[in-house]
């Protein structure tokens, strides 16, 4: 649907199934706190302003007035009705439909669906802070909400309504002002329902005080004050918040509550954040910085169109959001403003990456940020658990190409460990727990917990007592070969090369014992070598199994098959890497199949028996066969022989 000049039909849209659903949460709003309400639409205004006047810098040409760029609340008692009006950047007809008809946010189908399974309200209240819903929120209050819009520079505008049911009607009309309102028509005040009188100047002003009053701009409010002597009531204009950057206020003069708010106006987030850091840099390039920890990860943390979290103002004036040059990616989530005395207000992405001042600001940033989550680790561990929870996949990328920080990012890890079943433990607390004589950090890569502690590849470790780090995060793959030490030892996987985990005075006493299995199974390695030729590039005797009868290891230096799998699944071709079958020369299968082949058993059975072999030891460590139905048939037929 494209809007040619202004059009005066009335149209009967529906909302996207995704929205239709949110607006039903919100027109029956689990939220106990309705007056949020506001504090949403006088964000979203704000953000209009911050836009227009940036419009303006950039295009000299663009027809718009910013010079009393305000946001105003306009009640009318008698029809309670409430406006919320600025005279921002606007929206076209198509922006309309596409900003409010839908919700492009990836995940939000997954989210709505825990949203209506989820009975406990304190759970709903908080995954609905999970969205930018903004808008939306206007429902929880209002029967009927009316939008009317003109984009600056443009000459027609539209209006749009709708009950918040499913459905809305957009329509162009031609005399609206620059700009937006969005009037609510108030739903009957019920205290019980924490539905308050809307239209009562002291409930406004005292939710703009608690919730914006940070805002930039003024928020204007027409108030009637009794007439001197008994006279005609007079009415003036008052502006009802303080407009004090955060930012630019001394850390000790700004309460907790405030910091707060200010998370919610630019993170969108209804929770509260987890930590700020608040600092300001002097000296040859002055800016201020007030960043956010949020307490949970955003749904598209993952997501390749994912929202960044930090906006670049210039002296107090906004000029981006997401500036990913303030902020590496693996730190994406983090939210806030940084303001830079120095820079141009015309100035473009391309060049802020080139920046020189900018890329200073950006290093001083991720220091901080990382010496925060230090910190966090040191003195408050619940704060830092749930902040690893959310978002430790997310920082471990930085161990891939961060070098700079790569120390502070290995101090502040968090892994799974086999030293205890519950607690992650950190490098420096495996490092000091190794046993004597142990040179290497062992850990093991996998899909989950269970599935490595039950891989084959384990089973010498336990035996002898050694911890493993257990890495389930498909990013684990790549930083452990990327970072290769720790404090001087290497990480080794433990589903790799040949290990070794005796004593000398072990080895001494074995290797009679090795030198009769080595001579003893010489023919039967080479012989499956040679049958296994196109799976596996070698068939060997292992030392790391104690109960099951093979695994399947990879050279020392080979790409992992997970790691193999995550190239191709980007697009790169790899060259397919086989493996090596290792044996248990003590197990009954293994020593079974050496003697029946030493009697003269039938080649084809024996051949199924080491297919057999080869196919238990790669789903023992979670691998995917290359021929299931093979697989099952030959097993099938063997236990069928058993009964």
Sequence with gaps: MKGHGVSNRTETLEFQAEARQLLQLMVHSIYSNKDVFLRELISNASDALDKVRL????????????????????VDRDARTLTVRDNGIGMSRDEVVQVIGTIAKSGTAELLRTLRESSDAGTSQELIGQFGVGFYAAFMVADRVELVTRRAGESGGTRWESTGEGTYTVEGVQDAPQGTSVTLHLKPVDTEDNLHDYTAEWTLREIVKRYSDFIAWPIRMSVERPGADGG????EVQTLNSMKALWARPRDEVDEAEYREFYKHVSHDWADPLEVVHMRGEGTFEYEALLFLPSHAPLDLFSPQGRRGVQLYVKRVFIMDDCEALM??????????????????????????????????????????????RDLKAKQPEKYRTFWTEFGPAVKEG?????ENRDILLEILSVASTHDPAEPTDLAGYVGRMKDGQSDIYYATGESRATIENSPHMEAFRAKGYEVLLLTDPVDEVWVERVGQYDGRTLRSIAKG????????????AEAERERQRTEYADLLTWMGGVLADAVKEVRLSSRLTTSPACVVGDAHDITPTLEKMYRAMGHEVPAVKRILELNPGHPLVTGLRKAREQGGTEESLKETAELLYGMALLAEGGELADPARFTRILADRLARTL
């Design 55 to 74: 419009a303006s810098l950039v295009d000299k040409d663009l027809d718009v007035d910013t010079t009393d760029l305000h946001i105003a609340i306009e």
């Design 232 to 235: 005609a009531p007079t009415v």
């Design 328 to 373: 590496p990616n693996y730190l994406r989530f983090v939210k806030g403003v940084v303001d830079a005395h120095d820079l141009s207000l015309n100035i473009s992405r391309e060049i802020l990456q080139q920046d020189r001042q900018i890329q200073v600001v950006r290093r001083r940033l991720v220091k901080k940020v990382l010496a925060t989550v």
């Design 399 to 403: 161990l891939i190409d961060d070098t």
């Design 498 to 509: 040949q290990v070794d985990l005796d004593t000398e005075e072990e080895k001494a006493e």
